[in-house]
C-alpha cells in the first residue's frame, strides 16, 4: 500500500501496521474505537481516553516533548502524528527510522478524512465509513437557534491566544452557526482593548489551558455585554470519534443560551 500523508510524503505499507505509536490523543481515541487498541504500544502522557485501555499502554512524553529514545525502543512499524500537535523536529527524526505519517487537521472535513485514513491502512473501511457516517448524520440532526452570533474562543492566557481561521475549531463552531470575530489564521496572540466588533459569546476551555472561574471574571470587565461561558476543551478541540459526544455537547450548551 502506498499513501501519501497531510505532508505530501509517500509512505509505503507491505500490509497493515501491526504495532502503532500515536502522539495526538484524539488519534489515539478514534483508533481505539476503530477495534485497534492492541496494535498500539505508545502514546503520549496527554492520551487519556479510552481511560480503561490507555492507562495500559507505554508513555512517551508529552504531544510537544516526545521522547525519541522512549519511540525508538518500542520499534513501532507506524506512527501517526499532527502537525498542529507535534513538533516539527520530533517529526523529522522520527520519520527517519520509522514509517511516520503526519495528519493536518484543520476543519471538520479534515477529520473526516482521519477516519477514513486510518480504516484504510488497517483494512478496518467498515469501520471508519460507519463512524464518519454516523457523525455526519449526528451532526445533520442538529437544531439550535441558526442566530449568528459572534464569538472568541480563547485557547491560551499570558499572552491571551485564541482559535482563528484555518483551525478545527472554528470549523466545528460554523455547524452550530456561530460565526468566529477574529479573521487570523490558526492561534493568533491578542490585545483584549483592540478587540472589535464585541463577541457576543465567549468560550474558556479546560484545555490547552485550564481557564477558571478567575479568568471569567476578568474577561466580563472586558466584555460586559458578552456571555461567557466555562467549557469542556475536550469537545472543541478534539476530532476523529470525539465528534459523536461533541455534537450533543454543543448543541445542549447552546441550546440554554
Same mark, same amino acid.
Given at each position: 500500500?502506498?499513501? #501519501? ?14 504495532? $502503532? ?6 488519534? #489515539? ?9 492492541? !496494535?498500539? /504500544? ?12 490507555? !492507562? ?9 516533548? =516526545?521522547?525519541?529514545?522512549? =519511540? ?5 512499524? $507506524? ?25 493536518? $487537521? ?10 477514513? /485514513? ?9 469501520? @471508519? ?15 439550535? #437557534? !441558526?442566530?449568528? &452570533? ?30 468566529? /470575530? ?12 483592540? /478587540? ?6 465567549? &468560550? ?6 485550564? &481557564? ?10 472586558? &466584555?460586559?455585554?458578552?456571555? $461567557? ?17 461533541? @455534537? ?10
Amino acid at each position: 500500500m502506498i499513501l #501519501t500523508d497531510d505532508l505530501k510524503r509517500t509512505i509505503n505499507f507491505l500490509s497493515p501496521p501491526e504495532t $502503532i505509536v500515536s502522539l495526538c490523543p484524539s488519534v #489515539t481515541e478514534t483508533l481505539c474505537d476503530l477495534g485497534l487498541s492492541e !496494535k498500539i /504500544i505508545g502514546i503520549t502522557d496527554y492520551c487519556i481516553h479510552p481511560r480503561d485501555i490507555v !492507562k495500559n499502554i507505554n508513555k512517551v512524553g508529552g504531544t510537544k516533548t =516526545v521522547s525519541i529514545t522512549k =519511540v525508538k525502543t518500542l520499534i513501532p512499524e $507506524i506512527i501517526f502524528a499532527v502537525k498542529d500537535e507535534n513538533s516539527k523536529k520530533t517529526i523529522k527524526i522520527l520519520s527517519e527510522n520509522f514509517p511516520c505519517y503526519v495528519f493536518d $487537521i484543520n476543519s471538520f472535513s479534515d477529520a473526516l478524512n482521519m477516519i477514513n /485514513i486510518l480504516g484504510k491502512i488497517f483494512d478496518k473501511t467498515k469501520n @471508519a465509513t460507519s463512524l464518519s457516517e454516523n457523525i455526519v448524520k449526528t451532526f445533520s440532526k442538529i437544531q439550535v #437557534t !441558526k442566530q449568528h &452570533f459572534g464569538y472568541l474562543y480563547f485557547v491560551w492566557k499570558n499572552p491571551w491566544m485564541v482559535a482563528g481561521s484555518n483551525t478545527y475549531t472554528e470549523s466545528l463552531l460554523s455547524k452550530f452557526y456561530l460565526k468566529n /470575530i477574529i479573521n487570523k489564521s490558526k492561534y493568533p496572540e491578542i490585545e483584549l482593548k483592540n /478587540i472589535s466588533p464585541k463577541p457576543e459569546i465567549i &468560550f474558556l476551555p479546560s484545555e490547552p489551558y485550564k &481557564f477558571s472561574k478567575t479568568d471569567k471574571m476578568e474577561l466580563q470587565k472586558v &466584555f460586559p455585554k458578552s456571555k $461567557i461561558l466555562l467549557v469542556d476543551g475536550e469537545m472543541f478541540s478534539w476530532y476523529g470519534s470525539r465528534m459523536l459526544k461533541a @455534537a450533543g455537547y454543543l448543541e445542549k450548551l447552546l441550546d440554554k443560551e
